[in-house]
DNA sequence: TATTATACCCCCCGAATGTGGGATTGTGAA
DNA sequence: TTCACAATCCCACATTCGGGGGGTATAATA
C-alpha cells in the first residue's frame, strides 16, 4: 500500500481527486488537506506518506516554499507538484527544492494515479510539455554552432543584460535611440521573442 | 501519421520491434537499419522521419555521435535513445547533444509505442529511472541562500523572467496591475535596481 | 545588370513601464 | 499597544518600449 496525502486549496479539485484516489486499491489516503498549515496539523499522529501530492498556488506557506519544509521533515517522501503553472522558473525551482513529479493540472485521474505510483516506484512523473522543457534544459548551447545575430545586435543584447534603456544604449554605441530600436525590432524577429525581458533570459541561459 | 525510423544492430531487437512498430495504425514505418550509416544510406529519397528510435551502442558512428549529426540534418527530428545503458553519462551526453528521449532496452512494446507519440506530441519520454537521475540532478546539495524577497515579490521576479508583462503576472497570480506595479517597487527598492532587465539578470546570476 | 539579401540608420504612435504619491487590512514582533 | 511591514489596491505623470513605417549602402547572385 501507498500512503498518498493530497494539499490543494480548491474544493472543486481537492475533494473529487481525494475520493478518486481512496477508490484505488493500492492507496492508503489519509490527509487530505487545503494548506500546508492544514496538513501539517492533520499529519500529526499518522506516519510519514509515501507521496505527496503538492499545490504551488497555496494560501499561506506557498506549495514552492512548502517542499523544503516537508523535505526537511520527512526525507524520503515523493513530491509531486500539481499546478496550473508551467513556467520554466517554478518548475525548476520545484525540482531543485527537491519535488520529483510535476504535473500540470488537467493532467487526467488515472494519469495521475499512474504519477504516484510511478514515483514510489523510483520514477520522477512529469507531464509530457514539462519533461519536454526539462530535457531542453540540457541541450548544449554550443550546438546552435553559429548565433544568427550580427556584432551589432550582439553588443546591443549585451547592453540589454546589463540593464541598459535603449537610450543609454545608443549613447555608448554611438546612435541615435531610433537605431538601436531597430536592430532590437531585428534581434526579436531572429530569437522569436519580443520584449527585452525574452532576450536577457535566453541569453543568460545560453541560448543565443 | 507519425513517420518512425529505427536504427539498432542486434537483429533479434531490431526485426521484432520493427514489425511491432509497422502494426501499429498510427505510424509509418519507412526505415529500419543496423547502423547510422545504413540509416543515412536508406534515408535517401525519404521524407524526413518524425521520431527516430536510435541505440547507443552501434558498430562504427554511435549513436551518441549521430544525434548531432541527425539534428543537424533535420533540426525538428525527435530522437529517443534505446538502450540498455543507463549511466549518468551516457543520459546527459544524449540529451546534451539534442535527443528528447531515453528508453532502457527492457521496455515494454507498448511503452515504447507510447513514447513515439508522446515525443511527438512535444514531450520527452524517459524510462522511470532515467527520469529520475535527470530530475536529481537538479536537487540543490545547500539550502537556498535567504533572499531578502518575500514569496510574493519571488513570483513576480518568476514571471519577470519568463517574460510576462505587468499584465500578464497580475492575470497569473489573480492580483490587479496595481498591485503587481506596487510590488515591483518594493522588489527594485530590495535589489537596488530601477529596471525589469536588473532584475532578470540578477535573478538569472542567482544574486536573489 | 537587375535583383536579392543584409547591415545599418531614422521617425511616429500607442502601449507598457517607472516613479511619485496615496490608502486599507492583517500579522507578528517589540 | 504601538510599530513595522507584507499584501492589496488606486491615481497621475513622464519615460521607455514594441511595432509600424521609411530609408541608405554594400555585397552576392541570378
Redesign the pocket.
Known amino acids: 500500500m501507498i500512503s498518498v496525502a493530497l494539499i490543494e486549496d480548491l474544493k472543486d479539485i481537492r475533494d473529487p481527486l481525494f475520493e478518486f484516489l481512496s477508490f484505488q486499491p493500492e492507496f492508503l489516503c489519509e490527509i487530505k488537506a487545503e494548506s500546508v498549515e492544514d496538513f501539517l496539523e492533520k499529519a500529526k499522529g499518522f506516519l510519514p506518506p509515501d507521496v505527496i501530492l503538492l499545490d504551488i498556488g497555496l494560501p499561506g506557506i506557498s506549495g514552492l516554499g512548502a517542499i523544503q519544509l516537508l523535505k526537511d521533515r520527512w526525507a524520503e517522501v515523493n513530491i509531486i507538484m500539481l499546478t496550473v503553472f508551467d513556467d520554466t522558473e517554478k518548475i525548476f525551482q520545484a525540482l531543485r527544492s527537491g519535488a520529483v513529479g510535476y504535473l500540470v493540472k488537467n493532467t487526467p485521474l488515472i494519469k495521475i494515479r499512474d504519477a504516484v505510483i510511478d514515483s514510489y516506484g523510483g520514477g520522477a512523473p512529469l507531464s509530457p510539455e514539462i519533461a519536454r522543457k526539462v530535457v531542453r534544459f540540457f541541450e548544449s548551447p554550443q550546438n546552435k554552432i553559429d548565433s544568427p545575430l ?4 550582439k553588443q546591443i543584447v549585451a547592453g540589454m543584460v546589463d540593464g541598459q ?3 543609454m544604449i545608443a549613447a555608448n554605441l554611438g ?2 535611440i ?2 538601436i ?2 536592430h ?3 534581434i ?1 524577429r531572429k530569437l522569436y521573442v ?4 525574452e532576450v536577457i533570459t535566453k541569453s543568460l541561459r545560453g541560448e543565443i
Chains 1, 2 share one sequence.
Open positions: 550580427t556584432e551589432k545586435e534603456s535603449f537610450k546612435n541615435t531610433e537605431t530600436k531597430s532590437t525590432k531585428n526579436y519580443n520584449s527585452k525581458a
